[in-house]
């Protein structure tokens, strides 16, 4: 006899889950409850049972703490409403692919659409879904009874999960025309629909096939009318011990398929049972071990491989993955990315197929831990080599700051940056880099040694070189640029002009006598700057500040006259005179023989830097930059201007001559 297994056999992915819940709370402390049966199989919901984990006979026996699962088949938001307001522990178990489902209806019968459900009204699932439109759908499980739906404005359809695919196609036939906007939804599960397919195939090609689950399954009795179109000796058994062998007698070719709620302990049941009846009846008949034919269906796993896997569905905590192995995998959040913020949602779909890392082959509830982010990361290793080879630069993303450096990924493998790498300045403060991600240069690569070292500096240097040339050819004398004063130093100031430093000698910085740069700029300060030359191959910039704005000589004869009297600082003492400030950036001399109008031997004896004094313009000579001032005139001039005044006083009053002589001595006294 030729035995042959579907591909796609027991367990969802969704009543595993549901299942695996409740076996996790079994035995506990508190009051455990179920919302209706956990699956459509009699012996794991006696095991439970006896565990504790007993089926809810009505919401009004819940008390305050007690813990009620809901089942993968979900429930109306009615039911879930009332779970609320009895502050019990709600476990929501319900299969991803019915949940969305249920938004879909909530969301648009609240758009106005008429929601029509294609299933077993009876099925509790579909009890669950109605709920979501405050059952009022129209359920219909034919195409005779979707002919004699009246016409809807506007329809929404979706689909019970374990409905055979042919007639849904068929029934969404026949319910296009009842209406003239219709939303169609293909809400049969994936998992559920492989399997289908498969059980088709299967009955195809065997004499007999049997099919494993529980009788109260929806979706096992699906399979069973599906093999029974292709193979009328079709067998629905809940465990093998229910069929009698001899119903397989002259039977060359059987297949064996499980529903969804069928446990792998039911179908490893099943192998034991038929290798007890067949395998004794003729040793040397061929017949392999069905247990080693259930094994061949499967895959090898183990810590470390990498391998190809389906998603079978996403929530926004993890990914599911058939891998053809006979536990599913499980991605979390943290192994999805290196990015651990990134939803699995907004990454992968149901039937995308990846490449995972396996990381755990059980993880102690039976499912293979994965990861992608580190089959992603192998691969990277290959990347990372060719472009080491190749001296391509790579994005790596800061991670850690370490001493000595900095740890960055590219594409998930770690490549260490020493600090002196980082930047062509020296940086104190390296974490100023964390979470960036720089363009960079692996410039060593030992990945048996687990050693690969990349590099920023040779990145900026390149960078900066490439930009110098550019900037010296294309920077003349006369120009005037913008720049960042970035360093000062005794002699002058060194601008940034964004690829080059120019130089600001210190006697460009200004046009007024200045003793330190620090007294017109400082480091960080934007500034426009003159090009005074260029010489590119010595790769010098000369720069001026002070030539950004007039020259303050210049046209100093419109606004400074001979004869003028004005007020000034003394900013400078010399043995032969003194000079003060016309204007900002022109000084005049007051020679020594013009301080006073008494002989001095030193200026220090009568002026000090600082002082503020009236002087007299004796002559402005702009092409030579001089100007002749004198205080001793000015004194003179302020006199003569003093008597002027007294002389007009006393003809007004008609005081006499002798009379204001005595009148300026008493002030003169007085002062």
Not at 102 to 126: A, F, L, Q, W
Not at 388 to 397: E, G, P, Q, S, W
Request: negative net charge.
């Amino acid at each position: 006899m030729n035995i042959l297994l579907s591909e796609y056999a027991g367990f969802c992915f969704g009543v595993k889950k549901a299942v695996s819940t409740a076996f996790k709370l079994a035995n506990s402390k508190d009051r455990i409850f179920t919302y209706g049966p956990i699956i459509h199989n009699s012996s794991i919901v006696k095991e439970l049972e006896q565990k504790g984990v007993r089926q809810l006979g009505s919401i009004d026996e819940l008390r305050k703490g007690d813990t009620v699962i809901i089942r993968s088949h979900g429930v109306s938001k009615a039911i879930m409403d009332s779970l609320n307001e009895k502050d019990v522990n709600i476990v929501d178990a319900t299969c991803t692919y019915v949940e969305n489902i249920h938004k879909r209806v909530e969301e648009n019968y609240k758009k106005g659409y008429k929601i029509i459900i294609i299933g077993d009204r009876n099925h509790p699932e579909v009890q669950g879904i109605n709920g979501w439109c405050d059952n009022t759908a129209e359920i219909i499980k034919s195409e005779d009874e979707a002919k004699c739906l009246k016409p809807y404005p506007k329809v929404c359809i979706v689909s019970q999960t374990t409905m055979d695919i042919d007639r849904w196609k068929a029934i969404v036939s026949s319910l296009i025309c009842i209406s003239r906007e219709a939303l169609v939804f293909n809400t049969i599960c994936k998992a559920t629909e492989l399997r289908q397919k498969a059980a088709k195939e299967l009955s195809k090609k065997s004499d007999a096939v049997i099919v494993l689950g529980g009788y109260d399954s929806s979706n096992t009795q699906k399979l069973v009318d599906i093999c029974k179109k292709n193979c009328p000796k079709t067998y629905h058994v809940e465990n093998i011990n229910e069929l009698d062998m001899r119903e397989l007698k002259g039977v060359n070719t059987l297949g064996i398929t499980a529903g969804a709620s069928t446990p792998d302990r039911i179908i490893k049941e099943a192998i034991d049972k038929m290798n007890d009846n067949l395998n004794t009846q003729d040793e040397n008949s061929g017949v392999d071990s069905m247990m080693d034919e259930y094994e061949k269906t499967l895959i090898r796993l183990h810590p470390g491989d990498i391998v190809k896997g389906r998603i079978i569905y996403v929530t926004d905590e993890e990914a599911t993955v058939d891998l053809g192995y006979k536990a599913d995998g499980i991605i979390t959040k943290q192994e999805l990315s290196f990015d651990g913020n990134v939803s699995p949602k907004d990454m992968l779909k149901p039937d995308d197929e990846i490449d995972v890392y396996v990381l755990k082959v059980n993880d102690g509830e039976g499912n293979v831990l994965l990861s992608k982010k580190k089959a992603d990361a192998e691969k990277s290793i290959d990347y990372i080599e060719e472009c080491f080879k190749n001296k391509t630069l790579v994005d790596a993303r800061v991670s850690n700051i370490v001493k000595g450096g900095a740890i960055a990924e590219v594409k998930g493998v770690n490549v260490f940056i020493p600090a002196s790498q980082i930047d062509v300045r020296y940086v104190e403060d390296l974490s100023t880099f964390s979470g960036k991600t720089l363009k960079i240069l692996i410039t060593a690569f030992e990945p048996e040694r687990r050693r690969i070292v990349g590099s920023r500096r040779v990145v900026l240097a390149k960078e900066a070189e490439a930009k110098k040339k550019e900037l010296l050819e294309r920077i003349q004398p006369g120009d005037k640029l913008e720049g960042t004063v970035c360093r000062i130093t005794d002699f002058g100031a060194f601008v940034d002009l964004g690829g080059i430093d120019g130089l600001i000698h210190i006697s460009e910085l200004s046009w007024t006598r200045i003793k330190h740069p620090s007294e017109v700029v400082k480091e960080g300060d934007k500034v426009e700057v003159y090009v005074i030359s260029v010489d590119k191959d010595k790769e010098r910039i000369s720069l001026s500040l002070k030539r950004t704005v007039p020259e303050p000589w210049e046209n100093i004869g419109d606004r400074v006259h001979e004869g003028d009297l004005i007020e000034g600082k003394v900013v400078r003492i010399a043995p032969f005179g003194a000079f003060v400030q016309v204007e900002p950036g022109v000084d005049g001399l007051v020679h020594i023989s013009q301080i006073s109008q008494n002989r001095i031997n030193k200026v220090e004896d009568v002026l000090k830097a600082g002082d503020t004094v009236k002087v007299k313009v004796l002559g402005v000579d702009p092409e030579n930059k001089k100007i002749s001032l004198s205080i001793k005139e000015a004194v003179e001039e302020e006199n003569k201007a003093e008597n002027e005044s007294y002389a007009t006083e006393a003809k007004d009053d008609n005081v006499t001559i002798s009379e204001i002589v005595s009148n300026k001595d008493e002030d003169n006294k007085t002062n």
